[in-house]
Each structure stands twice: as structure tokens, then as C-alpha cells.
């Protein structure tokens, strides 16, 4: 006789694997936002030579890989003092930026933070599956 019951591992995977597509698209669509208003406020400030090397600026000048600059715009913004000691080193310039971009940003790291984190817990998940079910068979 089967059970009734829903499966529950399915329900989880179901549930992980729309969530992190979900908040993908999401972030996709945050980033071409964000992207578009960054790379006119910052680019003629920090996209030069002494925080990007001559590749990463030929990289980073065309589309898709334009889109990896702002978030190095984004974390700049956000964790000002980390950026300022790691890639930006010597920049003593305020940024002009406004309070929205600065929560906009924060925003948009913590999302990216979330998703990674679900990818993670997906894989653990499907792993930890894979080990017990082969473990009791």
C-alpha cells in the first residue's frame, strides 16, 4: 500500500532549486540596473590603472564581464574600508554616491550572500541524500 505522504525530499530540492533560480533572475535583473547607473558615476573615477591592471580593464570593458566591475563598484560602496585596504588601496576620494545606491548596494550583496548560501545548502543537501541513501542500500 502506498503512503499518502508528499515526498519530502523532493519538496526540499523542489523548493531549493526554485529559489535559487528565482532569486537569480532577480539578481540578474539588479545587477543591469545597477550596472547601468554605476558605470556613469564611478567609471571615470576608479576604472584606471592603479586599482584595475591593462587586462582587467580590457576585460572588463565589454559586456558581460563589464557587469563583474560593478560589483567591485558594489562592494566598494558598501564595505568601504575592506575595499579601500584590498583593491582600492590609496584612494582618498568620496565616492558621489547617494544614500539609494548605498542601500541598493547593500542590498544587492546580501541577495547574492543568499543565493550562494542556497546553492550550498542545495548541493550539501543532495549530497547528504546521495550518502544516506547509498549508505543503508
Do not use: C
Not at 7 to 34: D, K
Not at 43 to 60: K, T, V
Not at 86 to 107: C, D, N, T, Y
Request: glycine share 4%; no cysteine.
Amino acid at each position: 500500500m502506498q503512503l499518502a505522504e508528499p515526498h519530502i525530499i523532493w519538496i526540499i530540492a523542489v523548493s531549493l532549486i526554485a529559489s535559487g533560480l528565482a532569486l537569480s533572475f532577480i539578481l540578474l535583473l539588479f545587477l543591469i540596473v545597477m550596472h547601468n547607473i554605476l558605470y556613469r558615476r564611478l567609471d571615470h573615477i576608479l576604472f584606471r590603472e592603479p586599482w584595475f591592471s591593462s587586462a582587467e580593464i580590457a576585460m572588463f570593458s565589454s559586456w558581460p564581464l563589464s557587469l563583474i566591475r560593478s560589483v567591485h563598484y558594489m562592494f566598494l560602496i558598501t564595505y568601504s574600508k575592506r575595499s579601500r585596504r584590498k583593491r582600492f588601496i590609496g584612494l582618498k576620494q568620496e565616492l558621489p554616491v547617494g544614500k539609494h545606491l548605498r542601500i541598493a548596494s547593500r542590498i544587492y550583496l546580501y541577495i547574492l550572500f543568499l543565493t550562494a548560501i542556497i546553492g550550498i545548502s542545495f548541493f550539501l543537501f543532495l549530497g547528504g541524500v546521495y550518502a544516506i541513501d547509498n549508505w543503508f542500500n
